[in-house]
């Protein structure tokens, strides 16, 4: 389980290596991203608080990185923060995300991506719930919900 002191770390020291990279041109994430998606994702946007279609769905699934697919964070770890954004307490494997220090805006925060496409995804705070403490605030559209198929 990632803590905030390994947050530190990676946003200082290097981050894990991801299972692959995506690499594209701008002219090809324009392509395949909405105009919202591409400003929040490949121009590091914000949506507005309580705006995500992902705010306040708790479906069983997996949330997908919505540049490339791969999966960043389980339902069952989605917890509400009441800050307007779905929020996570880590994600589905250590190396799924990429930190970096963030001090635009006067303030100094870490910024998530996406390990494997750089898309720009939110930051994370030490304020989340125990076990681990930590809060993954992440904008709706930078993923998809991969929603588990219910066996009849």
Not at 1 to 16: C, E, Q, S, Y
Not at 129 to 134: A, D, N
């Amino acid at each position: 389980m990632l803590t905030w002191k390994d947050i530190i770390n990676f946003a200082v020291n290097g981050n894990p290596t991801p299972d692959q990279r995506v690499e594209k041109s701008d002219t090809e994430w324009k392509d395949q991203l909405t105009p919202e998606q591409y400003r929040i994702t490949r121009q590091k946007g914000t949506e507005r608080p309580h705006s995500g279609a992902l705010c306040t769905t708790y479906d069983a699934g997996k949330y997908n990185c919505v540049c490339c697919g791969t999966p960043l964070f389980d339902s069952t770890i989605k917890f509400s923060s009441g800050t307007g954004w779905p929020s996570f307490t880590q994600p589905i494997k250590e190396n799924a995300i990429k930190y970096e220090k963030d001090a635009s805006f006067g303030m100094v925060r870490v910024e998530v991506m996406c390990n494997t496409c750089d898309a720009h995804l939110g930051h994370v705070f030490p304020d989340g719930p125990e076990p681990s403490g930590l809060r993954y605030c992440i904008n709706s559209e930078s993923m998809v919900l991969e929603k588990e198929s219910v066996n009849e």
